[in-house]
């Protein structure tokens, strides 16, 4: 089994930044990709950011220039810098890793709440 926990969600103003952590641990011998999803009220999860075990990131568009990804591997973390946070930004945030094997596990979710 996998366990994946994330920290660092929490309540900021318009402009503010956040940065989550989520850390893996459990039974795996390596780890592919890890990434960060959310999901806002009354909508579907969507896909926010992923990097792979080589360090090659992706973004949604609408993060591109605020949000930064990053890894270490040694510690089995990956982390998400959030700059520049604006209301929409507001979800439940969700970390999520690809094990070698092809294996899929998900986090429970940290709350960011972006509001004046």
């Known amino acids: 089994q996998v366990q994946l926990v994330e920290s660092g969600g929490g309540l900021v103003q318009p402009g503010g930044s956040l940065r989550l952590s989520c850390v893996a641990s459990?039974?795996?011998?390596?780890?592919?990709?890890m990434g960060w999803y959310r999901q806002a009220p009354g909508k579907e999860r969507e896909f926010v950011a992923t990097?792979?075990?080589?360090?090659?990131?992706n973004y949604t568009n609408s993060v591109k220039g605020r949000f930064t990804i990053a890894r270490d591997n040694a510690q089995n973390t990956v982390f998400l810098q959030m700059n520049d946070l604006k209301p929409e930004d507001t979800a439940v945030y969700y970390c999520?890793?690809?094990?070698?094997?092809?294996?899929?596990?998900w986090g429970q979710g940290t709350q960011v709440t972006v509001s004046s």
């Open positions: 459990g039974s795996f011998s390596s780890i592919n990709t």
């Open positions: 990097i792979t075990s080589n360090g090659n990131t």
């Open positions: 999520n890793l690809v094990t070698g094997f092809g294996v899929s596990a």
